[in-house]
T-cell receptor, first 109, second 113 residues
């Protein structure tokens, strides 16, 4: 059983669409990270959240601690947003990160 | 500041061989974590080193080992390579304690034939 579940697995959107990627976790966490991985492997940390909401440009991340759920939103999506998005939870039960399986996003011009 | 660097970027080995991968963290970062990424299993935590000591370890066999030097540079070693060890190996550094933001290196793509 995965401590961290992510959906959808694959997502195709038209340029300009609003996109939502979801992440659920089953146990208590200290923090949740959203990562972006482009083809070729490089991973960039987008957000670290322990409560509430954060915004950076067209990206918004929210977390609901009570519901054990986080979302990553992309407004006005662009083809350069095409990447794999991964949520990573730092659980209270173990001193390490647990990763979702990733969402592969393709934005079509 | 320079980012996290990993060498080599690509590596081809045969079953039974051993391999050593290197990671240089961002200057001032004392924690280095290693991850394995495969298409089937996704990202999985291997181990974390902090101030030359292994602080955490994931669920991998003893063939996977690592170490950290006094300058925070880290190496991981895989002995007796198996086909299933083919993966992208990523290291990430942070200043001190989790769950601080980690900064990832570009990875080493290991292919075992």
């Amino acid at each position: 059983k995965n401590e961290v579940e992510q959906s959808p697995q694959n997502l195709t959107a038209q340029e300009g669409e609003f996109i939502t990627i979801n992440c659920s976790y089953s146990v208590g966490i200290s923090a949740l990270h959203w990562l972006q991985q482009h083809p070729g492997g490089g991973i960039v940390s987008l957000f670290m959240l322990s409560s509430g909401k954060k915004k950076h440009g067209r990206l918004i991340a929210t977390i609901n601690i009570q519901e054990k759920h986080s979302s990553l939103h992309i407004t006005a999506s662009h083809p350069r947003d095409s990447a794999v998005y991964i949520c990573a939870a730092f659980l209270n039960t173990g001193n390490q990160f647990y990763f979702g399986t990733g969402t592969s996003l393709t934005v079509i011009p | 500041k320079a980012g996290v660097t990993q060498t080599p970027r690509y590596l081809i080995k045969t079953r039974g061989q051993q391999v050593t991968l290197s990671c240089s963290p961002i200057s001032g970062h004392r924690s280095v974590s290693w991850y394995q990424q495969t298409p089937g299993q996704g990202l999985q935590f291997l181990f974390e080193y902090f101030s030359e000591t292994q602080r955490n370890k994931g669920n991998f066999p003893g063939r996977f080992s690592g170490r950290q030097f006094s300058n925070s540079r880290s190496e991981m070693n895989v002995s007796t390579l198996e086909l299933g060890d083919s993966a992208l190996y990523l290291c990430a550094s942070r200043q001190a304690n989790p769950p601080d933001t980690q900064y990832f290196g570009p990875g080493t793509r290991l292919t075992v034939l």
